[in-house]
C-alpha cells in the first residue's frame, strides 16, 4: 500500500485481487475423458516402516527419490533410504547450545514434537521446526552424514510451518508460529524481515516466484489468507480460506496452478484450486465425509494428481475434474487423518500409519525402482544434485424493573410511502447468495413493535477511556474483535476484546469490557488537524484486513498501521479538504476520496497519483459505496443526488435526487450503503431512509418520520446479514427496522442505554451507528460527548422484536389496518 520502487513488483500488485468464499464462487470443471490410467496411482504397498513414535512430518529429498526425511512427535528426526528399508541416521531432539536460547528451557521443555520437516531446494539442508520456540538447520552431505548447521530462537510459542526460498538469489527460510509472526531468516541465523498483521496463529506458509518477484502467502488457524513481498510493507492481499478453514496452500511442481487444503472449526474440508490472476476459486472438490476431527492433509504430483488423508484412507483426484476418482485403505492401519507426501517423481507416497510407522504405496514405476535399488547399493554424496527453483508465480495480487420487553400493538408504527412505479417490497435475502431482484418475493414479516426502555431489557457494555470529543465515525474491524472510533478531535481509539471464559470467541460483545489498546510506546492515531476544527469534516476507511485505517479530519489524508499506529504514509493536502473515503472492494490500493469542493477523486496509493476525478455533484461528497457484481460506485452529497459511475470507466450512468419533504432545501448529509446482495443500496438522510434497486436505478422503499424537527435520522446502516436496518436519531433513540419493508420492528429509548443523569440533556445523542461484522443483532453507537456502547438484544430475547402471532392465519386474530400515527411520538414514546 505504498510507493513502490520496484518495477516488477509493480506489475505484481497491480494484479492482486481480494479473494471470494467457496460460498459465493466456484467453477467447477465439466467431467473430462481421463488422459491417464489409474495404474499411474501409487496405491500398492510396497513397504511398512517401524519409527517409533509418531510420524509429524515427511519430506522426500528433491533429487534422491527413495530418501525421505521424518519428523516425529517426540522431537526425532529421522534419514530414511526407502529403496534398502534403512534407517540412515537419527538425531534425537537436543538444544544446541542454551547460552544463545532466549528461552529458559528447563528439563521439562524438552518433550517438543516437530511440527515441519523440509528439504532445501538443492537438497543440501533440512530445516526442522518444532513445537516450541526453535528452528534447527541440519546440512547433509550425503549418506548418513547430518551434521548441526544452525539453531534459531524463531518465536513464541510453537513453530508451525518452514520453508526455504531464494529471494534475490539469497538462500532464506521462512518461518512461522503461534505469535502470530512470519520471519524469514538467512543463513547464518540473522532476521531479514518480521511480518506481523495475522489475529490468530499463523498455520502455514507458501512462498514462490515469477520473473524475479518472490512473494509469500501465508494462512492462519482463523482461515485468514495473507500475501507478502519480501519487504516491510506489510500484507499486500488478505482474503478468507474456503469456508474459513485452517489450510495449507500449494503450487504445482510447474508453478501453474495453485491449490489449497484445509478444515474448518466444524469439520468441513475443503480442497479447492484457485484462480490465481484473480484470487477467486476455480474449482472445488468434492469426496470428502463430513466433519472431521482434525485437519485433512493433502499433497499433489507431476502438476496433476492430488492426495489427501482423512478418515483412514487415501483419496486421489484428477486436478482437471472435481470428482474423487479413487481411494485406497492400503491395507489398513492408517491414522484417521494420515499425512502425505509424493516423492518428485510422483511414483511413490508416504502415509502415516497409527501404530508410529508410516508405508510406503507405489505405482508400477515406483516397484520398479524399489527393486532396482534392492539390487544395487549407491553413495548419496557421488550424486550431483542440481539446484531447482521454480520459476511461476500466484498474481493475486471489522428504572424499574422489567420481566419481559413490552410489546406495543402497532400494526404500522412507521408506514413505508407508497411508490409510485408499482415496485413491490422486496422479500428477506439469502446471506452471501447474490439474487436479481425479480426472483426475490414479498416475504417480509409482520412484527409488533417492541419498546426497549430499561437497562434490563438489553445488554450494553460502554469501552473504558472515553473522551470529550464527539465520536464522529464508527466502524468495527472487519473480523470482529475490536472497534475503531474517529473524534472530532482528529483522534482515533481502538478496543479490542480478547479470549476468556466469558468470551470465548474472542469476537466483540456486550458481556465483556474490552480493552483500549494502544502499542506499548504510547502513541496515538492522530489526524492532521486544521486551525479551525469545527469546519472539518472526518472521514474514515478500513482495509479488508484491519491491517491500515486511512483518515482524516480536514487536514491531509493519513494512512496508520494499525499494528503500530505509526503513520505510512500522509497524501491529498487540502484544499480540498476529503469528506469521505472508500477502498476499492479488490484493491486496497486504490481509494475514492469525496472532495469538500463536490469531486471524488480515484487516487492509487502506489503511485501518489489522481487516476481520475469524478464531477457531478453540486455539494461536498458525504458518501460512497462500491458494488463488485454490477460494477459501479455510488456517490452521495450534500446536495442531495445519487450519482451512479461505472467502475471500468469512470463514466457517468445516471444521477437521481432523492424525494425531499415539501420545503426542505436540499442540506444534510446522504450516505448510501449495499446490502449485502450488492444490488439493493440503503440511503439514510436526516429526513428519511430509502432503498434503491441500483441495477435499475430506482427507489423501492421510502420511510419519512413524519415529525422532522425533533426525529432527525443522524446515521443508519444494514446489519450483517443485511435483515435489519438500525438507525440513530437526535433526540436518542434507536431504531430497529425490517430491511426489506423499512417498517420499525423495534425502539431502543435512550433511558435502556444512557445513564439516568443524562436523560435529560438536549445535546447527548448518537451521532452514529455501526454494525457488527458476523453478529447481526449487535450494533455500536457513538455518542456526543465521546462514549462509545455495543448494544444487544437480552439474552432471553436474543433479537431485536419478535413476528406478530399467526391465529388461523390472521394475526393477533385480527385484520390489519394502516395507522396514520405520528412516527416522531411512537420514537418517543
Known amino acids: 500500500m505504498m510507493d513502490y520502487q520496484n518495477s516488477d513488483n509493480e506489475q505484481l500488485l497491480k494484479r492482486l485481487r481480494s479473494a471470494q468464499s467457496v460460498d459465493e464462487v466456484t467453477y467447477p470443471a465439466p467431467p473430462q475423458q481421463a488422459s491417464w490410467a489409474l495404474d499411474e496411482l501409487p496405491r500398492t504397498v510396497a513397504c511398512s516402516m517401524h519409527q517409533g513414535s509418531i510420524v509429524t512430518s515427511m519430506d522426500f529429498h528433491p533429487s534422491f527419490q527413495t530418501l525421505l526425511v521424518v519428523g516425529c512427535g517426540n522431537g526425532e528426526i529421522t534419514l530414511w533410504e526407502i529403496g534398502k528399508r534403512e534407517r540412515l541416521v537419527s538425531k534425537p531432539f537436543k538444544i544446541w547450545d542454551m547460552t544463545a536460547c532466549s528461552v529458559p528451557f528447563q528439563g521439562k521443555d524438552l518433550s517438543l514434537s516437530v511440527s515441519r520437516v523440509v528439504w532445501s531446494p538443492d537438497g543440501s539442508l533440512i530445516g526442522v521446526a518444532y513445537s516450541k520456540h526453535l528452528v534447527h538447520l541440519y546440512a547433509y552431505q550425503g549418506s548418513n552424514d547430518l551434521r548441526q548447521h544452525l539453531e534459531i530462537d524463531a518465536h513464541i510459542g ?454 481520475t476525478k469524478l464531477k457531478g455533484h453540486q455539494k461536498r461528497i458525504t458518501g460512497l459505496a462500491f458494488s463488485t457484481s454490477l460494477n459501479v460506485l455510488v456517490s452521495s452529497g450534500a446536495d442531495a443526488q445519487l450519482f451512479f459511475w461505472n467502475t471500468d470507466t469512470w463514466e457517468k450512468r445516471k444521477s437521481i435526487a432523492i424525494q425531499l419533504p415539501a420545503g426542505k432545501a436540499p442540506q444534510g448529509d446522504t450516505r448510501v450503503q449495499f446490502h449485502s446482495d450488492q444490488i439493493r443500496l440503503l440511503v439514510c438522510h436526516e429526513t428519511q431512509l430509502a432503498i434503491y434497486d441500483a441495477s435499475k436505478m430506482e427507489r423501492l422503499q421510502q420511510w419519512v418520520p413524519q415529525d422532522a424537527l425533533s426525529s432527525l435520522i443522524s446515521w443508519a446502516v444494514y446489519s450483517c446479514n443485511s435483515q435489519l436496518v438500525y438507525a440513530t436519531f437526535a433526540d436518542g433513540n434507536i431504531g430497529v427496522f425490517d430491511a426489506d419493508s423499512l417498517r420499525l420492528r423495534c425502539r431502543i429509548a435512550p433511558s435502556a442505554y444512557m445513564p439516568p443523569a443524562s436523560l435529560n440533556s438536549q445535546t447527548l445523542y448518537p451521532l452514529v451507528v455501526t454494525a457488527h461484522p458476523q453478529e447481526p443483532n449487535q450494533l455500536a453507537v457513538g455518542l456526543t460527548d465521546g462514549t462509545v456502547k455495543v448494544i444487544e438484544p437480552s439474552e432471553a430475547e436474543k433479537r431485536w422484536g419478535v413476528p406478530v402471532p399467526v391465529d388461523n392465519g390472521i394475526e393477533n386474530g385480527r385484520i390489519e389496518t394502516s395507522s396514520a400515527t405520528n412516527t416522531s411520538e411512537q420514537l418517543q414514546r
Request: include cysteine.
Open 158 to 611: 510453537s513453530v508451525n510451518d518452514l520453508v526455504f526460498s531464494h529471494p534475490n538469489r539469497q538462500l532464506v527460510v521462512v518461518t512461522c508460529g503461534d505469535d502470530k509472526l512470519i520471519k524469514v531468516w538467512d543463513m547464518a541465523g540473522r532476521k531479514l524481515f518480521n511480518f506481523e498483521g495475522h489475529e490468530a496463529p499463523v498455520y502455514s506458509i507458501c512462498t514462490h516466484q515469477k520473473e524475479c518477484i518472490q512473494f509469500i502467502f501465508s494462512t492462519a488457524v482463523d482461515g485468514k489468507i495473507k500475501a507478502w513481498l519480501y519487504d516491510n510493507l506489510g500484507s499486500r492481499v488478505d482474503y478468507d480460506a474456503p469456508g474459513h478453514s485452517c489450510t495449507k496452500m500449494l503450487y504445482s511442481a510447474d508453478g501453474s496452478r495453485l491449490f489449497s487444503c484445509g478444515t474448518n472449526k466444524e469439520g468441513d474440508s475443503f480442497l479447492v484450486e484457485w484462480n490465481e490472476t484473480e484470487g477467486t476459486l476455480k474449482r472445488v472438490y468434492s469426496g470428502f465425509r463430513k466433519k472431521s476431527a482434525g485437519i485433512v492433509q493433502f499433497d499433489m504430483t507431476r502438476n496433476r494428481f492430488l492426495a489427501a488423508g482423512e478418515d483412514g484412507q487415501i483419496k486421489f483426484w484428477d486436478a482437471d475434474n472435481p470428482s474423487m476418482v479413487t481411494s485406497t485403505e492400503a491395507e489398513g492401519g492408517l491414522l484417521n487423518l494420515p499425512h502425505v507426501r509424493f516423492n518428485k517423481e510422483g511414483n511413490l507416497l508416504a502415509v502415516t500409519t497409527a501404530d508410529n510407522g508410516f508405508k510406503i504405496l507405489a505405482n508400477t514405476n515406483g516397484l520398479r525402482t524399489l527393486r532396482a535399488i534392492e539390487a544395487q547399493s549407491y553413495d548419496a554424496s557421488k550424486t550431483p544434485i542440481e539446484m531447482k527453483v521454480s520459476t511461476s508465480v500466484m498474481v493475486a495480487s471489522i428504572s424499574p424493573v422489567v420481566s419481559k420487553v413490552e410489546r406495543v400493538e402497532q400494526s404500522s408504527p412507521a408506514k413505508p410511502t407508497p411508490i409510485i412505479n408499482g415496485i413491490e417490497s422486496m422479500g428477506r435475502s439469502i446471506e452471501n447468495k447474490p439474487r436479481k431482484l425479480e426472483d426475490v418475493s414479498d416475504k417480509s414479516r409482520h412484527w409488533e413493535l417492541t419498546e426497549i426502555v430499561d437497562p434490563l431489557q438489553c445488554r450494553t457494555v460502554t469501552m473504558p477511556d472515553n473522551s470529550d470529543s464527539k465520536v464522529v465515525r464508527l466502524l468495527y474491524t472487519n473480523s470482529g474483535v475490536g472497534i475503531l472510533a474517529l473524534g472530532s478531535n482528529g483522534v482515533q481509539k481502538l478496543w479490542k476484546w480478547i479470549r476468556s471464559e466469558q468470551n470465548p470467541t474472542g469476537k466483540a460483545s456486550a458481556n465483556v469490557v474490552p480493552q483500549h489498546w494502544q502499542p506499548s510506546n504510547g502513541l496515538l492515531m492522530t489526524n492532521d488537524v486544521p486551525d479551525n476544527l469545527e469546519e472539518a469534516v472526518p472521514c474514515m476507511a478500513l482495509s479488508k484486513n484491519d491491517s491500515y485505517v486511512m483518515s482524516a479530519c480536514g487536514g491531509k489524508v493519513s494512512l496508520f498501521n494499525m499494528m503500530t499506529f505509526k503513520v505510512m504514509t500522509t497524501f491529498m493536502p487540502p484544499p480540498p479538504t476529503s469528506t469521505f473515503l472508500a477502498f476499492h472492494p479488490q484493491d486496497n490500493n486504490i481509494i475514492a476520496i469525496g472532495m469538500e469542493d463536490s469531486t471524488i477523486h480515484i487516487y492509487n496509493v502506489r503511485v501518489d497519483e489522481v487516476k
